[in-house]
C-alpha cells in the first residue's frame, strides 16, 4: 500500500516569508516518483515538479526548491520569499513501481498576506 | 494544442439521473484517468486507461463507468446519480503508460452537484 501524509492543512504568512509545505510518504517499493501539483483560487492543478526514488539530489527553481530525503521519506517544498500570488492548495504525490496510479495527499492551503 | 479539455464545466442533477462527463485530449496521450476531489480528501482516483481498449478501476470505482474507444477521449458515465457523487472531476493524461513513466498534465475540472 502507498500513503501520502501532508500533516499540514492550512499554512498563513506574510508576504516575502520563507514557506515550508511537509510531505512524508509511505511505500514498500524501491522505486516510485513524487510529484507536487499546485490548484490556484480558479482551479485548477498545475503539475511543479516530479522526482523518481534514485535521484536524491535537491532541486531549485527560481523561488521554489525541494528537498527530497529516502532517510527520512520526506519531499518537503519551500517557497522562498513567498508572495500573495503563491496562495494556492498543495499537493505531494506519489506513484510507485509499474502501478499506474498516483495517490495524493490531502493538500496543504496556503495563504499569503499582503 | 489544446491540452485536456472538458466539458461541462458545472453541472446540477438530480437524484437518479445519468450524465456523461467528457474528456478529450489533442496530444496523444495513451494514458487517461478521472480524479475525484472532495474538500480534505486530496484526489482520488476513479478509473484508468492505459490506451484504447483498455481501462482499470482506480480507488473509487463504483457508481461510474468508463470506456476507451478513442485514444482521445475518455468519458465518465455517472449511471444513477447520488448526492455522495457531489464533487469536483478531473480528468488527467500523459504521454506514456502512466504517471509512473511521465508526468501526468490535468484538465480544468468539472463540478458536479447532485441534489
Known amino acids: 500500500a502507498q500513503k501520502v501524509t501532508q500533516a499540514q492543512t492550512e499554512i498563513s504568512v506574510v508576504e516575502k516569508e520563507d514557506v515550508t509545505l511537509d510531505c512524508v510518504y509511505e511505500?514498500?517499493?524501491?522505486?516510485?516518483?513524487l510529484f507536487w501539483y499546485k490548484q490556484p483560487p480558479s482551479g485548477e492543478l498545475v503539475f511543479l515538479i516530479r522526482?523518481?526514488?534514485?535521484?536524491?539530489q535537491n532541486e531549485i527553481s527560481g523561488r521554489y526548491s525541494w528537498n527530497f530525503q529516502k532517510s527520512t521519506s520526506s519531499f518537503n517544498f519551500t517557497i522562498t520569499a513567498s508572495q500573495v500570488v503563491d496562495s494556492a492548495v498543495y499537493f505531494c504525490?506519489?506513484?510507485?513501481?509499474?502501478?499506474?496510479?498516483?495517490?495524493f495527499g490531502k493538500g496543504i492551503t496556503l495563504s499569503v498576506r499582503p | 494544442n489544446a491540452g485536456v479539455t472538458q466539458t461541462p464545466k458545472f453541472q446540477v442533477l438530480k437524484t437518479g439521473q445519468s450524465m456523461t462527463l467528457q474528456c478529450a485530449q489533442d496530444?496523444?496521450?495513451?494514458?487517461m484517468s478521472w480524479y475525484r476531489q472532495d474538500p480534505g480528501m486530496g484526489l482520488r482516483l476513479i478509473h484508468y486507461?492505459?490506451?484504447?481498449?483498455?481501462?482499470d478501476q482506480g480507488e473509487v470505482p463504483n457508481g461510474y463507468n468508463v470506456s476507451r474507444s478513442t485514444t482521445e477521449d475518455f468519458p465518465l458515465r455517472l449511471l444513477s446519480a447520488a448526492p455522495s457523487q457531489t464533487s469536483v472531476y478531473f480528468c488527467a493524461s500523459s504521454y506514456d503508460r502512466g504517471p509512473h513513466t511521465d508526468t501526468q498534465y490535468f484538465g480544468p475540472g468539472t463540478r458536479l452537484t447532485v441534489l
Open positions: 504525490a506519489l506513484i510507485t513501481g509499474a502501478n499506474s496510479k498516483l495517490t
Open positions: 511505500t514498500r517499493d524501491t522505486t516510485y516518483y
Open positions: 486507461s492505459v490506451g484504447a481498449g483498455i481501462t
Open positions: 522526482r523518481n526514488s534514485f535521484d536524491e
Open positions: 496530444m496523444n496521450h495513451e494514458y
